[in-house]
């Protein structure tokens, strides 16, 4: 009988991992000073980026068919968490804007993107953000994950899980689902660690999903998925983002963006 190959082993990222993900954020926020916005995510996007307007469109078309008018968008990271394979992170921190270099910003925000590593260059494979009211920036995190276990599980069944509350309530499973530092994202709200203040208010009812797409780590430790939630009254372009913790898959970031002339 012969032996039974081992699987590969699965990559393990560097220590160094998060912060040079931090670093490539900071690059590109600074050719979005320097070049403009347009040229700045024609240089860092994927061939593959999705940006959200609400709705999930290429990246490169949608900024290729920009024009540069001199305005400003400015951030920053606060919080990266990298995958222990080393070709997947996320970032996220405040935003501002300024009509022309030197006026006072007029608008702000909180961004949250994917980085995928590939080609030997960190690129943005999802980006997203709300806009609210000025925020104090918070000093930088850097998480990068442990060595993940050879049998982790996808998070497909958490997925499945939370679909199943939600179709019940879904502030119950924002709520059942999450991490303790879970962010949640919405317009007009300011975006702080473990903030779940408004849901029972405002997000109370039972709502429906219809997946648009996923990425997962090869390590298995860090997820995204996107789709379209409906509730009564309200349907949204949703992204979120699911660590796997001890307690098996958790939801670390919910992104909402109400979506405009559909029922």
């Known amino acids: 009988m012969l032996p039974v190959p081992e699987p590969p082993p699965i990559p393990v990222a560097p220590p160094s991992t998060a912060a040079a993900v931090a670093e490539a954020e900071r690059a590109f926020a600074a050719d979005a000073v320097r070049r403009g916005t347009p040229a700045a995510f024609l240089a860092h996007l994927a061939a593959d980026g999705l940006v959200f307007t609400p709705e999930p469109k290429n990246g490169r078309a949608h900024h290729g068919a920009r024009k540069e008018d001199g305005s400003q968008l400015r951030w920053g990271p606060a919080f990266v968490e990298a995958a222990a394979s080393g070709d997947f992170a996320v970032s996220t921190g405040p935003w501002s804007w300024r009509a022309k270099d030197g006026a006072e910003p007029t608008a702000f925000g909180h961004f949250l993107s994917l980085w995928v590593r590939r080609g030997g260059r960190w690129q943005v ?115 979120q983002v699911w660590r796997q913790a001890d307690a098996g898959w958790r939801r670390a970031m919910d992104v909402a963006l109400p979506e405009v002339g559909r029922p």
């Open 125 to 239: 494979r999802l980006d997203i953000g709300v806009s609210h009211p000025a925020q104090e920036e918070a000093p930088l995190r850097l998480v990068l994950h442990g060595p993940p276990a050879a049998s982790a599980p996808g998070p497909e069944a958490a997925w499945a899980a939370f679909d199943r509350t939600a179709g019940r309530d879904l502030a119950a499973a924002l709520g059942e689902a999450g991490d303790p530092d879970l962010r949640i994202y919405r317009q007009g709200q300011a975006v702080r660690p473990g903030n779940l203040a408004t849901l029972a208010a405002g997000e109370a009812g039972a709502a429906g999903w219809e997946p648009l797409g996923a990425e997962v780590a090869a390590s298995r430790d860090l997820a995204f998925r996107w789709g379209r939630r409906g509730r009564a009254g309200a349907r949204s372009v949703v992204l």
